[in-house]
């Protein structure tokens, strides 16, 4: 009884917000390794959607069939549905290039390229559109800014950008993908290889960014998901456990098993 | 035996076997420069040859050589990174590799007396394309395509994968990706395997003796369809003519300007690599 009244109070908590993403039945194989089976879960607008689990539990997969950069991986099959802003992406006459200019990505280990950092800033929206000299500057300045770099870098713009601290590469990639101007912004696991400062740093501007982008951040950090958190899917062995709102599933989990993944890390499944 | 004794025997026999490899290769060299250094002069390096090669000079052997590498290179390159890109970037299943590997080393193994049969029955005979450089050049392209396309396909492959999925992350369409990034990384290793392959087919001579080449009265080409002179073919006319003591001279002059280009390619593909490492490596 307890649990259908609380249900209920959350889905009244969801209608509030819109859903940007749905994914429907979404089933991955990797050859014969049946990797998603069977997601449902919704990422709601403008808040930050983290996807937690064990290691191997299919949150990367997840995270990379949404913007489809899954689809080159060796012996990959997909089914099931993924809504973006009303319509399916996982179509083959789907514009996989522009849906990426939708749907941005940051990795897991920064991945700069062997130019200066402005022109890393750059490398995406430079072969989407024409931009003046001026443009080019404001845009660099305007996304270095947002992802509070400028003052470390302004002086330096034409360095390499390998030049960078790891933590700083990690977030210039931010400011190449905020510059591409996307809807939503993935991240996987965008802080597992970088010190606590940077990692703050990041946490702290995800929750600014939230205002303007829709985020999903993969992490096996429980802790940060519980700081940055707004919405929270929880995956094991490929499959969905719970999402809901993370306030609600931090306090009380309806799920067993969530429950001992929030509280030791472990799940029996 | 105990196991520091034969720790030992192994060291003093990869030893020896480093002293004898390098000692013929410091041999030969001993042996070109002793008897090529002395015919070399300026004269020799700027004046045609006369006299069917025992006096004059070998200029326009130079240029023939030269002149047939730039544009097997030239034809080369394009099929090389096609191929590599190919094979790298829309290959996927693992037996069509294993085809083309195949292939690529086979092309590798043909031997070259079989280029030149091939050259001469298909562009001289049935194509009529006459005895003429380019001809020569087409063949030395293809005998050097294994080398270059290999080269280029290793430098591509190794870039990581992380590269490729940051610039379609960002809305990069696959061929942005091969133009932007793939290609400006891969093209070091194109370079160094065209340099490598070019040093090999300046050396070549069962090829080109009958499909590019004459022996006397051939000056600097003004036209595709004329045949040139070139040094290891000049090598070969001379070394015939060997009771000559003067032709003789020439060869070893001839042999030594050969070995001095072969040795330039090398050391440019060398310094090439070493200067233009890719991301992957750094």
Redesign the interface.
């Given at each position: 009884m307890e649990q259908q009244s609380l249900k209920s109070k959350l889905s009244v908590v969801g209608k509030t917000t819109v859903d940007i993403i749905k994914l429907e039945g979404l089933h991955v194989w990797i050859k014969e390794n049946h990797i998603l089976d069977g997601i449902d879960v919704n990422i709601p607008k403008n808040k930050i959607t983290c996807i937690i689990g064990p290691s191997g539990s299919g949150k990367s997969t997840l995270i990379r069939s949404i913007n489809r950069i899954n689809d080159d991986v060796d012996g990959i099959t997909t089914q099931g549905n993924i809504n973006f802003n009303g319509s399916s992406i996982l179509t083959s006459d789907t514009d996989i290039a522009s849906l990426r200019t939708q749907i941005g990505m940051v990795f897991q280990k920064p991945c700069v390229f062997p130019k200066s950092i402005k022109e890393n800033v750059l490398f995406g929206i430079q072969h989407l559109k024409k931009l003046s000299k001026i443009e080019k500057l404001q845009l660099v300045e305007q996304k270095l800014k947002t992802v509070s770099l400028w003052k470390e870098v302004s002086h330096r713009l034409n360095d390499k950008a390998i030049s960078l601290s790891i933590g700083q590469q990690q977030r210039l990639c931010i400011a190449r993908t905020l510059a591409v101007k996307p809807e939503v912004i993935l991240l996987d696991e965008p802080t597992s290889s970088l010190d606590p400062l940077s990692t703050r740093a990041i946490e702290d501007m995800m929750v600014k960014l939230k205002e303007e982008y829709t985020i999903v951040f993969v992490t096996h950090n429980i802790q940060q998901a519980k700081r940055i958190a707004d919405h929270l899917i929880f995956l094991c062995d490929g499959k969905l456990i719970e999402q809901g709102s993370a306030r609600a599933m931090f306090s009380c989990p309806q799920n067993s098993q969530t429950k001992a993944y929030l509280k030791d890390e472990y799940c029996a499944c | 035996m105990n196991r520091q004794l034969k720790n030992k025997l192994f060291t003093y026999a990869t030893w020896i076997a480093v002293v004898l490899s390098t000692t013929i290769l410091f041999f030969l060299f001993g042996v070109i420069l002793w008897n090529g250094l002395p015919a070399i002069d300026l004269n020799f390096l700027t004046q045609a040859s006369s006299n069917f090669g025992a006096s004059g000079g070998i200029i326009y052997q130079i240029a023939g050589s030269v002149l047939m590498v730039l544009f097997s290179a030239l034809i080369c390159l394009p099929i090389a990174i096609g191929t590599a890109i190919f094979k790298s970037e829309y290959l996927?299943s693992k037996k069509l590799h294993a085809i083309i590997n195949t292939l690529i080393y086979s092309l590798n193994g043909i031997p070259s007396v079989i280029f030149g049969i091939f050259g001469l029955i298909l562009f001289v005979n049935i194509l009529g394309m006459g005895i003429s450089w380019i001809v020569g050049s087409i063949i030395l392209a293809m005998m050097i395509l294994p080398t270059v396309t290999l080269s280029t396909y290793h430098s591509i492959n190794s870039i990581?994968t992380?590269?490729?999925?940051?610039?379609?992350?960002?809305?990069?369409?696959k061929w942005?990706v091969i133009r932007?990034?793939l290609l400006p990384?891969g093209f070091s290793g194109a370079i160094t395997g065209l340099l490598i392959g070019v040093a090999r087919a300046i050396g070549e001579t069962a090829p080109i003796m009958f499909i590019a080449t004459a022996f006397s009265g051939v000056a600097f080409p003004s036209s595709f369809s004329e045949p040139v002179s070139t040094l290891p073919t000049h090598i070969l006319a001379l070394a015939q003519q060997a009771t000559n003591p003067d032709a003789l001279q020439n060869a070893w002059g001839s042999s030594l300007m050969l070995v001095t280009l072969v040795v330039l390619f090398s050391i440019s593909a060398l310094i090439f690599r070493l200067k233009h490492q890719t991301?992957s490596k750094?």
């Open positions: - | 996927i990581p992380i590269y490729r999925e940051s610039s379609l992350a960002l809305g990069l369409t942005q932007k990034v990384q991301i750094r």
